[in-house]
């Protein structure tokens, strides 16, 4: 097997033989500024043009090879240009690419039974599904099924949550500029503290004690007639926090969140755009906390490249709503659904969960082991490819290192390494490379990090 995930990718990466960004890619991102929004801000970031991409590697236009540990933002999971996934979508073309979206089809069928065989459990066999195109419109209908079916329109959101940025789905995600400049009214939605181990919002000793007093908070508001907040129809979180910094909460946190959105006739919403579909070593990550959403949004990885989405819900919910509940044109587009059977399948076949969670802790562990060395990472954290690595000014104080980890992404870019930024002050190194990387190759990026780690933690103790 692991024969075939070295096939997979280019085998020269990393190699850099023109320093990034080479001429080409510069005159191709000339002429993106010249026809585009000034507003785009990855050419900025990552400054190259791809010419192809497989695996867990990319070629830019100049001939540079790179380890990408992206993955297009978790999207990847099977790898770029994964052939048993290329193969579905190219005979999944010549059937027919598109037709009205609710009419079904051998394809749709097949991959409905697909993603529902892998549900968490508690939902697999009790579930409806309704599809969309992106992970923010399935944030929307998730929001607007707990409205419809509960009868109550406010939404509690967790501080550092990340669900989209357009029309309501915005209201949830909780980083103030891009709520500022979508124009949305932020009504109907709770903003509650996430119990986030290495800068816990309250006075806590312990992660432990951290999660309890969060929970302690949420009850308070929900209990106190005079606390302010009206009729709560859901609680949306991510089982893992994403662009808030791979924030792993404590163990038992999300039971006692489950335990309180019982008590209180509260719908549960887990955001597992990001998180799910293998990437923590389980097909979701509230696996790994034995609990079980009322509703739970499905995209990125799901669609193998293509852009698609889905919320699956308890199938009780489903007789509260009205025909013609969720449109658009664009929902379940065919070629998303013949890649999304054969992401599913590929994965199973190819043991991908466990082996997200073997070489996770292997990875974590090698991260764990700079933290020791290194003064500039003040925490590591994660499951399976889902890691975050913190960077400081100083473990003592804890202070966010925002510009360090800008200039390590940029030094790691230049030698052909991928990786990107994330949390609340932008200063989180998040790996999320595909499942299917060469040990190689993820070998290689290793030591790439190791070493512009030490090498820039040796500048900045020189002063």
Known sequence: MEEEFDSLSYSEAPKIIVRPPGPKSLEILREQRS????TLIYPKVFEFAIDSARGATIRDVDGNYYVDWVAGIAVLNVGHNNPYVINAI???????????SEIPSEARIRFLKNLHSILPPGLRGKARVITSVTGASAVEAAIAIARW?????????FEGAY??????????????????????PLINVVRIP???PYRCPMPAKDPEECGYMVLSYIEHLLSDPYSGVGDVGAIIFEPIEGEGGYIVPPRDF?????????KHGILLIADEIQSGVGRTGKWWAVEHFGITPDIMTISKAIGGGIPISFVAYRDDLDEKLEEMFHLGTYRANPLGLAAGSAVIDYIRSRNLLERASSLGDHTINRFREMMERYEIIGDVRGIGFMIGVELVKS??????????????????????????????????????????????????????????VASLSKEIKAG
């Open 194 to 196: 996430y119990p986030y």
């Open 149 to 157: 079916a509960s009868k109550k329109p406010v939404i509690m959101a």
């Open 395 to 452: 473990k003592r104080t804890k202070e966010p290192g925002e510009k360090i980890a800008q200039e390590l992404r940029k030094r790691l870019f230049q030698r052909g390494l991928l990786m990107h930024t994330c949390g609340h002050y932008g200063n989180v190194m998040r790996f999320m490379a595909p499942l299917v990387i060469s040990k190689k190759h993820l070998e290689a990026g290793l030591e790439i990090f190791e070493e512009e």
């Open 254 to 262: 999300l039971k006692g969140l489950r335990e309180i959105a019982d």
């Open 163 to 184: 669900h989209g940025v357009h029309q309501g789905a915005v209201m949830a995600t909780a980083k103030r500029g891009l709520q500022r400049l979508s124009s949305m």
């Open 90 to 100: 190219r005979e999944q073309l010549d059937r027919y690419v598109h037709w009205m």
């Open 35 to 38: 026809l585009e929004t000034r």
